[in-house]
């Protein structure tokens, strides 16, 4: 139905992306992809997916997690650019935003939410 993509930040792109910034030097985990399959979207899986991806990280030790969603306010995202997810997404979650990004997708811009786990 569904999956997403978790891992150290320091072993991703996101370690040397200009666009995304660093907001201090604790080894965060990157969540940057959320998938659901058409046909189960609208169901709550994305949701179940940042809380298992969350589980999976506090498990291994990460001391926080963070997106990389778009800030729509509200306006309807393209399904084939939804894959970060939404600052109201996240937010559910428990995330909170920790920083503004240079990204822009879909016209929206991206901003760098965080959850600390410790």
């Known amino acids: 139905m569904g999956w997403a993509a978790l891992h ?6 996101f370690a040397r992306n200009r666009l995304i910034p ?9 969540l940057w992809c ?12 994305a949701h ?5 991806a969350v589980a999976y990280a506090r498990k291994r030790g990460a001391p926080a997690v963070e997106a ?4 729509n306010k509200g306006e309807k995202v393209d399904l084939t ?12 979650a428990g995330f909170v935003k920790a920083a503004d990004t240079g ?16």
Request: proline content about 6%.
């Open 68 to 71: 990389y969603p778009v800030d």
């Open 34 to 45: 959320l998938r659901v399959r058409p046909g189960y979207r609208g169901q709550g899986i």
């Open 81 to 92: 650019m939804a894959y970060v997810g939404t600052r109201k997404l996240f937010e559910a």
């Open 8 to 13: 150290p930040r320091r072993e991703t792109s």
């Open 22 to 30: 660093h907001i201090d030097d604790i080894d965060v985990w990157s």
């Open 103 to 118: 990204s822009v997708l879909d016209g929206f811009p991206r901003v760098l939410m965080r959850l600390d786990l410790c």
């Open 48 to 52: 179940a997916l940042i809380d298992g």
